[in-house]
């Protein structure tokens, strides 16, 4: 009874917490996306078309930070509730990843510099491509927002033998060594983040979807250098 009462109590703080910060996080993007509504419905006319370009891409990059707060959230409560289903099927490896970069670099990547390497090589995988998407979404996601501008990112996608190996490197703030054992837990955030906003959850979600599709992460870092993730997963190209 003790522990059940435990387990219970757990879990209602986490639901506390996990609200808390959703709350914090979509305020940001929805203060921005009506900012920029208002001043388009209001002076629309006397902006010039930089002005009104500039403020479409305010809506832009607010619309896209809710969709993906929103996956966030999505993701992380059906891995707790142990409702993500397997639905692994043959996907181009290569084409996946450079749509993702594509994608995720669209909405992170302004004044970075971006480079995507996929080795020859990489054809047919068969694994869950959305749970591959909230893997390699967040590690970019994550490079972008903790690097500063003008400084590098990189993805590089490779298979070794059996193996697929993803590794998405940064020049960005790098996290205490310390700290490298905690990253992985839910809401978990480094000293170091500043203002920089964050839920905590990608890394968490990143570890749970490589468990289920049977992969693994490892990570480096230096302070004030940078950080790399290494993902590995098992090369399937029929189901076993």
């Known amino acids: 009874l003790l522990q ?18 959703v ?4 305020r940001t993007p ?4 009506q900012s920029s509504l208002d001043i388009l419905d ?39 509730e142990g409702r993500v289903p397997e639905r692994a099927m043959p996907c181009d490896i290569g084409l996946l990843c450079r749509a993702i970069a594509e994608e ?18 990489c054809g047919l995988l068969l694994l869950d491509e959305q749970l591959f998407r909230r893997v390699l979404e967040n590690l970019l996601a994550n490079a972008f927002q903790y690097t500063p501008p003008e400084k590098g990112v990189t993805l590089e996608v490779t298979r070794q033998g059996s193996l697929l190996r993803v590794v998405v490197a940064d020049q960005g703030i790098g996290v ?10 839910s809401f978990y955030r480094g000293g170091n983040v ?15 979807a490589l468990l289920r599709m049977g992969g693994s992460i490892t990570v480096t ?4 250098t940078g950080t790399t993730f290494e993902v590995i997963l098992p090369w399937r190209e029929e189901a076993t």
């Open 221 to 224: 870092s230096t302070v004030g």
């Open 104 to 121: 995720t670099g669209g909405a992170w990547a302004e004044g970075h510099a971006f480079t995507v390497t996929v080795a020859p090589g």
């Open 4 to 21: 059940s009462k435990e387990a219970a109590l757990a879990a209602d703080e986490m639901k506390s917490k996990l609200l808390a910060t």
């Open 194 to 208: 500043g203002q920089r906003r964050g839920m905590g959850l990608g890394l968490c979600i990143v570890r749970d």
């Open 30 to 33: 929805l203060s921005l996306l």
């Open 42 to 80: 209001r002076y629309g006319e006397r902006l010039s078309e930089a002005q009104r370009s500039e403020r479409h891409i305010y809506i832009r990059r607010a619309t896209r930070q809710l969709a993906d707060l929103a996956d966030t959230v999505l993701t992380y409560r059906m891995m707790e």
């Open 23 to 26: 709350a914090h996080e979509f």
């Open 176 to 185: 205490a060594e310390e700290e490298l054992a905690h990253i992985f837990d």
